[in-house]
T-cell receptor
Framework: AAGVIQSPRHLIKEKRETATLKCYPI?????VYWYQQGPGQDPQFLIS???????DKGSIPDRFSAQQFSDYHSELNMSSLELGDSALYFC????????????????FGPGTRLTVL | SQQGEEDPQALSIQEGENATMNCSYK?????LQWYRQNSGRGLVHLIL?????REKHSGRLRVTLDTSKKSSSLLITASRAADTASYFC???????????????FGKGTKLSVKP
């Protein structure tokens, strides 16, 4: 079965550079969530999209922005990178919102490991 | 504030034994989900239990939910070395306080199953 695809899998950037992470949800999933997991930490919700509109926002820095495109893929744009941005970035998709939220099983991609030097 | 707290933080058992991990949370939820994560890898969805359910089974996994105590447990029976991973509970507060389905994760339990 098709899973969530994330690219790139690994990314190394310098401080103050920008990075773009991509997420391709499971086919027919209309909702995308982004999470950040620091070393030894639990994942923290950043932002979500439903039908190409932002549906919820968590602890996402103002330096980050994201969008969902017409083909439902999503991109997380990160600017002015800081050392503390080094983390695993996960994208998850679900058919939850269309299914009434009770069925909001979220399936995660393999993550993008971002290292900021 | 942290929604989920898990205990124990670390658990070491022998192959064949059962492993029980607990999760407590603070607010009303729509559902609770358990995930497994191998070191530095992706999160694998294990099971979802809805707020109106009390127990759910999937293979060697058994999950319980007690909404009156705001707690859940994950039982892995007849553990195998391949079960070694971190296990996270995650709560979905959809419908409460405007939440649109984002998950709030607990700190996780590191399970080590020795051959």
């Amino acid at each position: 079965a098709a899973g969530v695809i994330q690219s790139p899998r690994h990314l190394i950037k310098e401080k103050r550079e920008t990075a773009t992470l991509k997420c391709y949800p499971i086919p027919r999933h209309d909702t995308v969530y982004w999470y950040q997991q620091g070393p030894g930490q639990d994942p923290q919700f950043l932002i979500s999209f439903y039908e190409k509109m932002q549906s919820d926002k968590g602890s996402i820095p103002d330096r980050f922005s994201a969008q969902q495109f017409s083909d439902y893929h999503s991109e997380l744009n990160m600017s002015s990178l800081e050392l503390g941005d080094s983390a695993l970035y996960f994208c998850a998709s679900s058919a939850g919102l269309a299914g009434g939220l009770l069925y909001n099983e979220q399936f995660f991609g393999p993550g993008t490991r971002l290292t900021v030097l | 504030s942290q929604q989920g707290e898990e205990d124990p933080q670390a658990l070491s058992i022998q192959e064949g034994e059962n492993a029980t991990m607990n999760c407590s949370y603070k607010t009303s939820i729509n559902n609770l989900q358990w995930y497994r994560q191998n070191s530095g890898r992706g999160l694998v969805h294990l099971i979802l239990i809805r707020s109106n359910e009390r127990e759910k089974h999937s293979g060697r996994l058994r999950v319980t939910l007690d909404t009156s105590k705001k707690s859940s447990s994950l039982l892995i029976t007849a553990s195998r070395a391949a079960d070694t991973a971190s296990y996270f509970c995650a709560t979905d507060k959809s419908g409460y306080g405007g939440s649109q389905g984002n998950l709030i994760f607990g700190k996780g339990t590191k399970l080590s199953v020795k051959p």
